[in-house]
């Protein structure tokens, strides 16, 4: 017969998903306007992605 290995009390259940935290977004800067951004994405001042305007925007230098 399978023995139990024990309950796990609420606290301890509840402070496992308790260290779950949200981590604010690495940041770099925009290499045509100095702005920053979010990595691996269009810089959203001046449309441009590694060097290369993708999207145009008002604010193009």
């Known amino acids: ?3 139990q290995k024990g309950k796990t009390s609420k606290q301890r259940k509840h ?7 949200i981590s604010a977004p690495n ?3 925009c290499s045509s306007c ?4 979010m990595s691996h994405k269009v810089c959203l001042n ?3 992605y590694d060097g290369k305007v993708v ?3 008002n604010n193009n230098n």
Not at 15 to 21: E, G, I, L, Q, V
Not at 34 to 37: D, S
């Open 46 to 48: 001046c449309g441009t």
């Open 1 to 3: 017969m399978a023995v």
């Open 27 to 29: 940041l770099s800067e």
């Open 34 to 37: 100095g702005e920053l951004k």
């Open 55 to 57: 999207v145009e925007t």
């Open 15 to 21: 402070s496992r998903s308790a260290n779950w935290k």
